[in-house]
């Protein structure tokens, strides 16, 4: 079935059956494999991805259903190729990743909550991403990234994007 | 695992939903698709063609009148809580929606596709049966409104038709002056489905008596259950701690308690007297907390 998704400010089309699911779609058909795919029944969170801004579970949206929202990976996140966004850095720099696995949803988690509320609580933090899992970190650190991109934010007089 | 294959389509209207539904005994429909998408890949659900009503512009918005505000039934959970609307007139719903699911599943889920899918453990039609509020539904005879306590016919079943689509949602309004709401809910961890969950609403006139008082329990029943014979005792009542447990208590005793793996009916019920004293108490609280008006 004929399908435009509109990701990372790109338009593609694509044919898939209406059976595949958004992530899917995402790392099969565009190769974008950043999104990764966990439980696929949409506990884990790794496949979180923004939809109209909004973080959402690819793996809960067929790709069929997409078609025509404005769609944000992980790909999509950082100023140019070979730089991170702020969320990105902060996530390095307080060791906010062990593994990875659920960085990148993490990372969108972030930075829909920081467009949203610059300068979120702790419990906010705790909060924005309580519908991602992660194995590995404890999220003490994760927490502390987001607290860190949300300073950095707040300080920069760049562009406020997160 | 991946889902069955299925044949998709988006109809723009509902009576085309409602025709395709009619012409396929295996279509179903889809809207957010937050419980139904994992249903599917765990093939707990095969439905032969989605029929996807979440764009038809006539099932999406909010109206208000006097008495009762309506919600398209394709309106997003994440709209519906974004809305400053829905604090003040519908204040427990708003307590509830930040139960449903999390943030995520919220903003893809509709208030319409929590209602058709008849969870027991769902905070959404808790707060509509508490309230005693009203289903829209259509289907190829037309357009018939169920009250909540005849929509919900047991675990995941209603009244609707194979062919037919809830359209609205009608949540009644309460306008006096001091109105408080609150919802409470057990579950293993956060977002996870509830054990037990109680709603609650009130509304006291200026001398603090209790002048109108819905009380729910949910996830430990079949269906919502409202507490209509405790609400009756309540009613003129100054709402202390004692008289909302003595009035709460033998209306769970008489409930049909549901047991699973989780935790035991003698459980259940012990958590839902709890719960719903919980939330009696804390929208008396709000209640109090605004001024009676002069």
Not at chain 1, 6 to 33: C, K, M, Q, S, Y
Request: proline share 6%; charged share 20%.
């Amino acid at each position: 079935m004929k399908t435009t998704l509109a990701v990372n400010g790109r338009t593609f089309t694509i044919d898939v059956e209406p059976r595949a699911t958004l992530v899917d779609a995402l790392r099969d058909e565009l190769d974008l494999t950043g999104t990764h795919v966990g439980c696929e029944h949409g506990v884990c969170g790794a496949c979180t991805v923004l939809i109209d801004g909004e973080p959402a579970r690819a793996c809960l949206i067929f790709a069929v259903q997409a078609d025509g929202y404005d769609i944000t990976t992980i790909e999509g996140v950082a100023p140019a190729p070979g730089e991170l966004s702020v969320v990105q850095d902060a996530f390095c720099e307080t060791h906010g990743l062990q593994c990875g696995f659920c960085t990148p949803g993490m990372i969108l988690a972030a930075q829909a909550l920081l467009r949203s509320n610059p300068s979120p609580t702790r419990e906010e933090i705790v909060s924005a991403i309580s519908a991602n899992i992660c194995r590995c970190t404890g999220y003490g650190q994760i927490v502390e990234a987001i607290e860190l991109a949300a300073r950095r934010l707040a300080g920069s007089n760049a562009e406020k994007r997160p | 695992m991946k889902a069955a294959p299925f044949a998709y389509v988006r109809p723009t209207s509902v009576a085309e939903a409602c025709a395709l539904l009619a012409a396929d005994e295996d279509a179903r429909l889809i809207a957010g698709g937050q419980t139904l998408v994992p249903m599917m890949a765990m093939r707990l659900a095969r439905p032969s063609l989605l029929v996807d009503v979440a764009r038809i512009p006539e099932l999406i918005g909010v109206t208000e009148t006097s008495d009762a505000m309506f919600f398209g039934a394709s309106t997003r959970q994440a709209a519906v809580e974004r809305d400053p609307r829905v604090g003040r007139s519908a204040p427990l719903l708003a307590r509830a929606l930040p139960w449903v699911g999390h943030a995520p599943t919220r903003a893809r889920g509709t208030i319409g596709g929590s209602v058709a899918n008849a969870d027991p453990a769902a905070e959404i039609p808790l707060a509509l049966a508490t309230l005693g509020g009203a289903i829209l539904v259509r289907d190829g005879a037309g357009e018939t409104e169920f009250g909540a306590d005849e929509f919900f016919a047991g675990p995941m079943m209603t009244a609707v038709p194979h062919d037919g689509c809830v359209t609205r949602l009608v949540f009644p309004v309460w306008r006096e002056a001091r109105v408080g709401a609150a919802f409470a809910e057990i579950s293993a961890r956060r977002s996870d489905f509830a054990y037990v969950a109680a709603a609650a609403q009130v509304a006291l006139d200026a001398d603090g008596r209790c002048a109108r008082i819905a009380v729910g329990v949910g996830a430990a029943t079949p269906t919502p259950a409202r507490l209509d014979a405790a609400m009756a005792q309540l009613r003129g009542s100054r709402l202390d701690d004692a008289e909302i447990r003595d009035a709460l208590a033998p209306a769970v005793g008489a409930l049909e308690i549901m047991v699973d793996g989780h935790a035991s009916a003698a459980y259940r019920r012990r958590v839902a007297l709890t719960l719903a004293t919980r939330a009696v108490a804390g929208a008396r609280d709000e209640a109090r907390a605004r001024e009676a008006r002069p």
